[in-house]
């Protein structure tokens, strides 16, 4: 298995709501990042967790809630979001955050806040 | 943190032609140099990288060149078809920094 699959790929949500986007991986990747990519932008790193643990969160408003259950699973709990929150959210995974390897990314969840 | 750039924004050629894209990039202490494709409704995909060890790798119809004097690394894909069209993106990584910067990235275009 070479995939990174993410649920669900399209989201409405309302201002109050609260919802999870889902990351799965089975490659064995002990690195796992959710990025943020707006409309002929490139992807925003928003978090790292590495070996489950988080590493780094940049500077992402509390409103985004990462999750890291087991090594081959990556949430991203979402609650009172705003209308500029609306963007492809991306999940990626790789073997080692510390080694020169590529990215695994999934196709993402297209989000929309309404 | 790293600077990068990346040229052009827009590239469009015709089907059979060559297209390069280049990534100027600013950390000396960058050691890994990735390129993405992103079709329309999909994440980025790793289609080719370099390691600082290496001055130029080649896959096919798809080649990466490295300048670590100059610093900047260019993408290159010859006999172009339709379905190379879609963005690209650059992602060098500093060996300071766990985490790649990624270009602006450049929107290829070919005509069939």
């Known amino acids: 298995d070479t995939e990174v699959t993410q649920t669900p790929k399209h989201l409405v949500m309302g201002m109050t709501n609260k919802k999870s986007l889902k990351c799965e991986q089975h490659m064995g990747h002990r690195a796992m990042y959710w990025y943020k990519q707006k409309a002929k932008k490139p992807p925003e790193l928003m978090f790292v967790?590495?070996?489950?643990?988080?590493?780094i969160n940049e500077s992402v408003p509390s409103r985004f809630s990462p999750e890291c259950p087991n090594s081959s699973l990556l949430n991203l709990h979402l609650h009172a979001l705003q209308p500029e929150d609306s963007a492809l959210y991306l999940c990626a995974s790789s073997q080692d955050q510390g080694l020169d390897y590529g990215y695994t990314f999934g196709s993402g969840t297209r989000l929309t806040v309404v | 943190g790293e600077n990068v750039e990346q040229h052009p924004s827009t590239l469009s050629v015709q089907e059979g032609d060559s297209a390069v894209i280049k990534c100027t990039y600013s950390d000396s202490a960058s050691n890994y140099f990735p390129w993405y494709k992103q079709e329309l409704g999909k994440g980025p995909q790793l289609i080719i990288d370099i390691r600082s060890n290496v001055g130029e790798k080649k896959d096919q119809r798809i080649a990466v060149t490295l300048n670590k004097t100059a610093k900047h690394f260019s993408l290159h894909i010859t006999e172009t078809q339709p379905e190379d069209s879609a963005v690209y993106f650059c992602?060098?990584?500093?060996?300071?920094?766990?985490?790649?910067?990624f270009g602006r990235g450049t929107s290829l275009i070919v005509h069939p």
């Open positions: 967790y590495s070996y489950e643990k988080l590493s």
């Open positions: 992602a060098p990584k500093s060996g300071g920094s766990y985490i790649p910067t």
